[in-house]
């Protein structure tokens, strides 16, 4: 089987699952990632451009793209509601339990405080950091309304690359199959050209803000 045929058997696969539960599968994927510390351990982005490789149409591209938007401000206002609940008993409970992430805790709050509004923004491409600020700004006292106004393009513009770009790569391919031998090719660099480019990204952008964080 060459790499053409392994991936329309992966695409025909996605595709065979119904949209409305590849799209809700992803939004709940989305949202818990961005809940507390889950986003440690659940693998929204990939999720979420495997789902957007069944898409076929506009309609399903922009259900996709409501769903991980809605799911993530959910989990990020379920961080937010625990920060404001718990409050300064998550720093001495972290302390005590796990003193590597009271050290993560403690970073993002120092950046919170450093940088504000601009913070929550970018925390949600900074890895670690966009499942920690929001128990972070709930602790702080900011108002829920200040914390959304920041978060929300931050989620969409997130939202709108990875769904987009899962699409283009399968749209691509299959368009390319059946007149290209290597369209697989053409497929994989697409997908690795972007995580490429998030990776450096995500890379600069911690390196521009550790010396707000420290």
């Known amino acids: 089987m060459d790499v ?14 119904e949209p409305w539960l590849r799209t809700l599968i992803a939004g709940i994927a989305i949202m818990l990632e961005t809940s507390v510390l889950l986003g440690l351990v659940v693998p929204g ?3 979420v451009i495997v789902a957007a490789t069944g898409i076929e149409d506009v309609v399903q591209w922009a ?4 769903a991980c938007v809605a799911g993530a401000l959910v989990g990020e206002s379920i961080g ?17 339990r796990w003193p ?15 940088r504000g509004g601009p913070a929550i923004l970018l925390s949600r491409f900074l890895p670690v950091a ?9 602790a702080s006292g900011m108002a829920y309304r200040r914390f959304m106004a920041w978060t929300a393009p931050a989620c969409l513009a997130w939202a709108l690359a990875y769904a987009s770009v899962g699409w ?5 391919f299959r368009e390319l199959s059946e007149r290209l031998h290597g369209a697989g090719y ?29």
């Open 130 to 138: 966009h499942s920690l600020v929001p128990l972070v700004v709930g």
């Open 80 to 96: 937010f509601a625990i920060g404001r609940w718990l409050g300064p008993r998550i720093d001495a409970f972290l302390a005590r």
């Open 45 to 47: 982005d990939t999720v």
């Open 4 to 17: 053409n045929d392994w991936i329309t058997g992966f695409l025909d696969v996605v595709q065979s699952v």
């Open 186 to 214: 053409v497929f994989v660099a697409i997908i690795v050209a972007f995580l490429a480019v998030v990776w450096l990204g995500k890379r600069w952008l911690v390196r521009r803000e550790s010396r707000h964080m420290d």
């Open 63 to 66: 259900g996709l793209v409501g």
């Open 168 to 172: 283009l790569a399968a749209g691509s």
């Open 100 to 114: 590597r992430a009271a050290e993560r805790w403690g970073r993002a709050e120092r950046y919170l405080r450093r």
